[in-house]
């Protein structure tokens, strides 16, 4: 492989015109100038210059290696400052994080990137586990997790707080155990679990969500509502989820008398230096959570 530090003295030197100046410009001795060039000649087998005194012209060989080089030493002399450049508007930040509160930041980050068109939002929804590996594997940059994170290599922070919402058909205006059995349980990937947190604190009949009968299933976040919609059952949801369902006035929301919620954990990976970029998209999912600048802007 050709030595870069030999082309760059050789391109110079054709820039210029002259071995003097070319040294002083490159902070040089003119034999050190002058050594490259041989060395360029003798890793080549080709002469390069035609020497007249102090002056000289290119062969065809020159030429064309001048041709050639001349972009490899232009793009070598900027990748200082393209390696070390880390903006915060631009490239590429990917985001995972469970449907709900996915639903709730989306826009915000749609909203980011309309201001800033340099950057680039890749959000995917997933449950729990997969945000986890994903961290882990490097294969995104920052998650919104519902649980603490059980792997050394992923570190979480506390961020805010989901509440869970029992919602049922418009008709039901007072929900008792009884209702509810007759309604039948809407199930979704976390429909369990939320359904143990929030209607568990709330009803003594309560042990699991398969005590009820099962009126239907979706694993689409946007669409758990719907069968709820048209009168065919009841689900527990994280309340960004039911903020995002399009059609509020079919269903009804009810907040219980002992409340329940999930904790939002900001998820990132341990020990790795966070890109600007990520440090302004983790400041806007700070602000769609509800926190302050400052709260945002200290996030991690």
């Known amino acids: ?24 410009r490159l902070h040089m001795t003119q034999s050190g100038v002058s050594q490259h060039v041989r060395k360029l000649e003798e890793r080549l087998g080709q002469s390069l ?35 070390g450049a880390d903006p915060a508007y631009e490239g590429v930040v990917r985001v995972m994080s469970p449907g709900s509160v996915g639903l709730k930041l989306y826009p915000h980050l749609l909203a980011l990137q309309q201001r800033h068109p340099g950057l680039s939002i890749d959000y995917r929804f997933a449950p729990n586990s997969d945000v986890e590996l994903a961290l882990a594997e490097y294969r995104v940059d920052v998650g919104i997790m519902t649980k603490p994170s059980s792997r050394n290599e992923v570190g979480f922070k506390p961020v805010g707080e989901e509440p869970l919402l029992l919602v049922t058909p418009t008709s039901l205006v007072e929900p008792s155990w009884d209702r509810l059995m007759a309604l039948g349980f809407i199930d979704h990937p976390d429909g369990a679990h939320h359904a143990g947190l929030l209607l568990g604190a709330n009803f003594p009949e309560f042990h699991h969500s398969n005590q009820f009968p099962l009126a239907g299933f979706s694993n689409q976040i946007s669409l758990i509502l719907e069968p709820v919609s048209r009168g ?41 230096p966070l890109a600007n970029r990520v440090r302004t998209v983790i400041t806007t999912m700070g602000e769609g959570l509800g926190l302050g600048a400052g709260e945002s802007g200290q996030i991690v």
């Not at 005194?53 to 020159?62: H, N, S, V, W």
């Not at 030493?73 to 390696?83: K, M, N």
């Open 1 to 24: 492989m050709i030595n870069p530090v030999w082309l760059r003295s050789f391109c110079t030197l054709v820039e210029v015109g002259h071995f003097t100046r070319t040294a002083e």
């Open 49 to 83: 210059l035609i020497r007249d005194g102090k002056q000289f012209t290119l062969t065809d060989a020159g030429t064309r290696l001048y041709r050639e080089a001349g972009a490899i030493v232009a793009a070598l002399s900027d990748l200082d400052r393209r390696i």
């Open 232 to 272: 065919l059952g009841f689900t527990v949801l994280p309340a960004y989820a039911v903020e995002a369902f399009g059609r509020p006035d079919r269903v009804r929301t009810h907040r219980l008398a002992n409340p329940a919620s999930e904790t939002l954990f900001l998820s990132f990976r341990r020990n790795q």
